[in-house]
């Protein structure tokens, strides 16, 4: 069953989700400190996974209610929506008459899998990205996590015994390795997600509802959107244990339900823009009932190859470390009131000590993109590699100030 759970908060913090950025920059990944309010609650979608929340900056209900799902009135489906794009004759022209998306469907859909799982919690299922010709597939961490069986189907019903080659909770992604993987795999080319814009039309591919080759399409909602979920599953000894993930995610209309998770999100092309992950999900309404409500989101591609690549190669993977503990707070520059991410603290020795951030620094922005709050900082963060170089734009004693730091590598917590 999915249940959902209440995130812990800071009690000095409200996390507000910022608005979008119109394009997303290429990246590898992660780690900040920062707790983020539940504002607006959201569903690992796969059956027998977890709940997840996501701060936001309005008001839950204003937010969600009228928030259609596509294909409803308000919310048209990709090829119900007319624009314009410069026909000779200055006639609009429908995503239906200007792509082909039967013809993207039969090219990406052997390529996406299905997973069945059993643990000692029971049964459960989601979706995989055929990574490679060796048998490797991708998904999301919390569709196998807590799983002591694995079995992954490919589009044409043929089944196959697999392992977990390694798994990564914090940035929920994991790699499964078919046995005895036959010779006719065919992985999904992998696109350029930092390529995208809001308002492209994306296609996701799955096993909703056990429902297996399932696509559906939409448009890409927003880019750069924080989410934080919250997966609770057990640990080998059979303990109960909880996994924050920040993810920078694309947002989508495409319809994805419980079982989507880690299946594919493509673009107009046929090429992998993103792992399907989670979906947006009405406060007052049970985890039991969650379904789409035409937000879901989505780990962008870049993310997911930087990821795979590492956990294929040794089973683990490293992310990025600026060492600041953060709140959302907010300061006056240039007679204008900002808001962003609060400096509360600067760990010792960390990449943002040695770059001289201090605290009470407003952080506003980052490689020139801008951040409102400190869970945007967080996905922002979590979206590069360590060793990469960033720019940060802070505000202190009300004037702006740009800081270089290079990001380090997580230290082991144990």
């Known amino acids: ?34 707790l983020a309010a539940s504002l607006l609650s959201a569903v690992l979608a796969s059956v027998g996974t977890y709940a997840a929340v996501q701060g936001i900056d309005d008001d839950p209900t204003a937010t969600t209610a009228g928030a259609p799902e596509a294909g409803q009135d308000g919310a048209p489906e990709a090829g119900q929506d007319s624009v314009d794009d410069g026909a000779a004759d200055g006639t609009p022209v429908s995503f239906a008459e200007d792509q082909d998306w039967a013809a993207v469907a039969a090219s990406v859909t052997p390529g ?30 919390h569709v196998v996590g807590a799983a002591e069986q694995v079995q992954v189907v490919l589009s ?53 509802l056990g429902l297996s080759g399932t696509v559906t399409t939409g448009i ?6 924080p989410v934080t979920t919250r997966a609770t599953g057990t640990t080998p000894g059979g303990d109960p244990v909880a996994t924050e993930v920040v993810t920078n995610a694309i947002q989508t209309s ?13 673009n107009a092309a046929g090429e992998l823009v993103g792992i399907n992950s989670s979906i ?10 969650a379904g789409s409500i035409g937000i879901g989101f989505a780990i962008p591609a870049a993310k ?5 690549d590492q956990l294929i190669a040794d089973g683990t993977a490293e992310h990025a470390f600026l060492g600041v503990g953060l709140r959302d707070g907010a300061a006056e520059a240039d007679g204008a009131a900002l808001t962003g991410a609060e400096v509360r603290q600067v760990e010792p020795g960390s990449p943002a000590s040695e770059a001289g951030i201090q605290d009470g620094d ?43 730091v290079t990001l380090a590598t997580r230290p082991d917590r144990g």
């Open 1 to 34: 069953m999915v249940t959902m759970t209440t995130p812990q908060t800071d009690p000095d913090t409200t996390a507000q989700q910022p608005p979008a950025s119109p394009r997303r920059r290429r990246g590898g990944r992660r780690w900040v400190d920062v």
């Open 112 to 141: 996406v899998v299905s997973i069945d799982v059993v643990g000692r919690q029971g049964q459960g299922s989601g979706s995989g990205v055929v990574w490679d010709t060796q048998g490797h597939v991708v998904t999301n961490a």
């Open 156 to 208: 044409d019903g043929r089944r196959y015994p697999a392992s977990v080659v390694g798994q990564d909770p914090s940035s929920d992604l994991a790699v499964l390795a078919l046995e005895n993987a036959p010779a006719d795999l065919e992985p999904v080319a992998v696109g350029d997600d930092g390529a995208l814009a809001v308002g492209d039309p994306v296609m996701a591919i799955g096993n909703p």
């Open 220 to 225: 890409v909602s927003a880019l750069d959107r």
């Open 254 to 266: 495409a319809a994805i339900n419980p079982g989507n998770s880690g299946g594919a999100l493509v």
């Open 280 to 289: 947006a999900a009405l406060p007052a309404a049970g985890a039991s009932q």
């Open 304 to 308: 997911v190859q930087v990821i795979t």
């Open 362 to 404: 407003l952080v506003v922005a980052i490689d020139g993109e801008q951040v409102r709050s400190a869970i945007a900082l967080v996905g922002q963060v979590r979206e590069r590699a360590s060793g990469e170089q960033v720019e940060l734009e802070v505000v202190r004693d009300g004037e702006r100030v740009q800081v270089t």
